[in-house]
């Protein structure tokens, strides 16, 4: 019973990252097939030091990624999970565009 809830919530909030990722023109990723994370990269056209944008986020925004550097991967990479509750991964996305927006400006 819990594991079939907690699949659900899974996918739903997979599909609400995935939602999210098909209208960015600044990120892209590999769409994960299992799991609740993903690693979304910042595309080369964007002028921005990622560990500004990570910094901002945490700082200001109080919402947290991990680097990809954490993971053996370059710093354009980061982490995001998808398992926590739909709310929080929406205002998390919602503010990762709001940090973007603000250090491209």
């Given at each position: 019973?819990?594991?079939?809830?907690?699949?659900?919530?899974i996918e739903r909030n997979r599909e609400l990252v995935a939602n999210w990722m098909?209208?960015?023109?600044?990120?892209?990723?590999?769409?994960?097939?299992?799991?609740?994370?993903?690693?979304?990269?910042?595309?080369?056209?964007?002028?921005?030091?990622?560990?500004?944008?990570?910094?901002?986020?945490?700082?200001?925004?109080?919402?947290?990624?991990?680097?990809?550097?954490?993971f053996e991967m370059d710093e354009s990479h980061f982490r995001i999970g998808f398992?926590?509750?739909?709310?929080?991964?929406?205002?998390?996305?919602?503010?990762?565009?709001?940090?973007?927006?603000?250090?491209?400006?």
């Open positions: 019973k819990f594991l079939g809830s907690a699949r659900s919530r098909s209208k960015q023109a600044d990120f892209e990723w590999i769409y994960p097939e299992a799991g609740v994370v993903s690693f979304p990269r910042i595309k080369k056209h964007v002028k921005v030091k990622p560990e500004k944008l990570y910094h901002l986020l945490a700082e200001k925004y109080r919402t947290f990624i991990v680097p990809g550097r954490c398992g926590a509750d739909a709310g929080e991964i929406e205002t998390g996305l919602s503010n990762l565009n709001r940090a973007l927006d603000e250090l491209s400006t």
